[in-house]
């Protein structure tokens, strides 16, 4: 099919009657980036919109546990350190003067290793990844709504402004796979307002030079002290410091909407105050800074349904679907967009109308079936550690535990072999296979 331009009447090349793609996806962040590089590897013609241009930055801890790995690893992407990427070994939690170590498990479903890379290259890259299995990737493209028909009330495709002059412009396509992230532009368009039943956090980070960049663990303070000695203040949130392995580290802290802080907390003085406790031979000072703080929203536990409707698939934070355990939203970003675009193969194999809804309406079904049981089991946990009096009495007396630290490790990351498995596993999916997926 011919490339969308844009023209007089804002419409793309191909009319008001003809498709301009067979899927368009919005956004190229890692859910939209994966969408379009399985999408495309089917044959699909596949239209990627991103808004900005790359490079740009993302707000994020740039962590992956090995679950994001193995998404990566299945696109083909290599993952070895000579090809840019920090390896790590495990997680290590500080609290409760308690300074553990926690390997990632040895599964049969997961690699042993997690990684390490900067948004600022690890976005462009699954971008161009997508590019070449097939996807037609237009930067400076910023949508600014669906274009729905209106006898059937579908979307058939996006009216965007595109290229430095912000020409306005329309692309069609039997289906949209929405990853515009927890700005959510294409959802609130339709209607699909976020539920304030679920988790929401705040996320906010900084780069610095340091001695820690080539840290072998990712590291997680679930106590954050203002001032020494440790007697000092209890700061609200959880924190984090992961080297990038390329003489910085990325640290920031995150703070959840299920404590009471969460409204009157100034996050960049919160980090300041924090990091001013931490011992300075780390080097996290203000002449280390590489760049200025900056910050996010974390939309958890799918906040934001139907993942479905009318010819558009949520997937990634546009679905609000990061973890409410721990914060990671690349690794379901990236499965997310597998699923969806698994989805769409087959219902672009059926004629359009009932059979092809039906094939449709199996991506929230798909979404609720994977992640629906194990996010409730998330809300439930954040709204434990929302307690200060209980998060103090879990670092106190879970840390020094290592066999419930394994555990917890293991559901945190969601890190089971779905068949077999130690005891551990088996007790992990019995819960989630018991919690409902609502």
Same mark, same amino acid.
């Given at each position: ?6 023209? =007089? ?7 008001? @009657? ?42 994020? @801890?740039?962590?992956? =546990?090995?679950? $994001? ?24 939690i500080v609290g409760g003067n308690v300074r553990l170590e926690l390997p990632w498990p040895e599964l049969a479903n997961w690699p042993g290793y997690g990684l390490v890379r900067p948004r600022l290259d690890f976005d462009?890259?699954? $971008? ?12 400076? =493209? ?23 002059? !912000?020409?306005?412009? =329309? ?19 339709? *209607?699909?307002? !976020? ?17 820690r960049t080539h840290d072998d663990h990712l590291e997680s303070h679930l106590e954050l002290w203002e001032g020494r000695p440790r007697e000092s203040r209890l700061l609200p949130g959880y924190g984090w410091i992961f ?19 969460? %409204?009157?907390?100034?996050? %960049?003085?919160?980090?300041? !105050? ?56 690349? $690794? ?13 193969? %087959? ?11 039906? /094939? ?11 992640? *629906? ?9 954040? %709204? ?10 879990? /670092?106190?007396?879970?840390?020094p535990r290592p066999l419930l630290m394994r555990f917890l490790l293991k559901i945190m990351a969601n890190l089971t072999d779905p068949r077999g498995g130690d005891a551990m596993d088996r007790l992990i999916n019995a ?6 997926? $609502?």
């Amino acid at each position: 099919m011919a490339k969308a331009t844009a023209g =007089t009447d804002g419409s793309g090349s191909g009319g008001s @009657g003809t498709a301009d793609a067979d899927v368009i996806v919005v956004g190229a962040g890692p859910g939209g980036s994966s969408a379009a590089y399985h999408l495309a590897s089917t044959g699909l013609d596949v239209l990627l919109l991103e808004k900005t241009a790359f490079p740009r930055e993302k707000v994020c @801890g740039d962590g992956l =546990t090995p679950r $994001a790995v193995r998404s990566l690893i299945e696109m083909g992407i290599d993952t070895s350190e000579s090809a840019g990427w920090a390896r790590n070994r495990g997680l290590r939690i500080v609290g409760g003067n308690v300074r553990l170590e926690l390997p990632w498990p040895e599964l049969a479903n997961w690699p042993g290793y997690g990684l390490v890379r900067p948004r600022l290259d690890f976005d462009e890259l699954l $971008a161009r990844h997508a590019e070449k299995a097939g996807a037609r990737l237009s930067q400076s =493209t910023s949508v600014t709504a669906p274009v729905v028909d209106e006898r059937s009330g579908r979307v058939v495709g996006v009216r965007a402004r595109t290229g430095p002059d !912000r020409e306005p412009v =329309t692309y069609r396509a039997p289906l949209v796979v929405a990853a515009d992230g927890n700005s959510a532009r294409i959802a609130l368009a339709m *209607g699909i307002r !976020r539920r304030e039943d679920r988790p929401l956090g705040v996320a906010v980070r900084r780069y610095y030079r340091s001695t820690r960049t080539h840290d072998d663990h990712l590291e997680s303070h679930l106590e954050l002290w203002e001032g020494r000695p440790r007697e000092s203040r209890l700061l609200p949130g959880y924190g984090w410091i992961f080297g990038v392995g390329d003489g910085t580290s990325n640290v920031g802290l995150g703070l959840l909407n299920t404590t009471s802080a969460f %409204q009157n907390t100034n996050y %960049q003085d919160l980090l300041r !105050r924090w990091l001013a406790a931490l011992p300075p031979e780390w080097g996290f000072v203000e002449e280390n800074a590489t760049g200025p703080v900056r910050g996010s929203a974390l939309p958890m536990g799918f906040s934001r349904t139907p993942h479905y409707r009318d010819g558009v698939l949520l997937v990634g934070d546009s679905g609000g679907m990061v973890n409410p355990f721990n914060g990671e939203g690349i $690794a379901y970003a990236l499965e997310s967009g597998r699923y969806a675009a698994e989805v769409a193969v %087959q219902a672009l194999a059926r004629a359009q109308g009932p059979a092809r809804e039906r /094939a449709l309406s199996h991506y929230p079904e798909l979404m609720r079936a994977r992640y *629906g049981g194990y996010y409730t089991l998330g809300r439930y946990f954040v %709204q434990l550690i929302g307690n200060p009096t209980v998060m103090a009495f879990g /670092a106190k007396y879970g840390l020094p535990r290592p066999l419930l630290m394994r555990f917890l490790l293991k559901i945190m990351a969601n890190l089971t072999d779905p068949r077999g498995g130690d005891a551990m596993d088996r007790l992990i999916n019995a819960m989630t296979r018991l919690a409902p997926a $609502a």
